[in-house]
């Protein structure tokens, strides 16, 4: 597949299953041209929201009250997922997770995702000692690389696909 999409969510509180926002960089993968443009997009979880969930990333529902529900952001997404590599840090367990249980909620077709996960390649390749710990902002700090704001899903997005290539 050529296809790449970079993908980190937030999410509103610990059921993992509310997003309130996606960050989604794709690319192709041989000349690292934009497969389709840059998202950061904002949602209503149509969910309540966490204390914990809103100190780590800052997002309130009165931020996200008026953005769409996840239905209508996935028919502009969709196509991200669609025949392609999913790459993010730690993204099986919990990017990809919250992806699948709000396609579950909504009822909506789960499509078959391919994934890449920066942490796993991270803990194989780099010696624990290098690093105080294989977090996203300790490997970008590790091979310094610029991440504006940790905890936004855009921001994080666009980290990882400095990290991976």
Not at 137 to 155: K, R
Request: glycine share 2%; aromatic share 14%; hydrophobic share 35%.
């Amino acid at each position: 597949m050529e296809k790449i999409t970079y993908f980190d969510v937030e999410y509103a509180n610990a059921k993992n299953k509310a997003i309130c926002q996606m960050g989604i960089v794709c690319e192709n993968y041989n000349n690292h041209e934009p497969y389709y443009p840059e998202l950061n997009i904002f949602v209503n979880p149509e969910d309540g929201f966490d204390t914990n969930c809103v100190r780590v990333h800052g997002i309130t529902a009165s931020r996200v009250a008026t953005d769409p529900s996840f239905p209508e952001v996935w028919k502009e997404i969709e196509k991200y997922f669609t025949n392609a590599v999913v790459i993010g840090h730690n993204v099986a367990s919990s990017d990809l997770d919250a992806l699948v249980k709000s396609l579950r909620r909504y009822n909506l077709d789960i499509p078959e995702f391919y994934y890449i996960c920066t942490y796993d390649l991270a803990r194989k390749y780099i010696l624990s000692y290098a690093v105080p710990n294989y977090s996203l902002s300790a490997l970008c700090e590790y091979f310094e690389i610029d991440i504006d704001s940790e905890h936004n899903a855009f921001d994080d997005a666009c980290a990882c696909s400095d990290l991976f290539n």
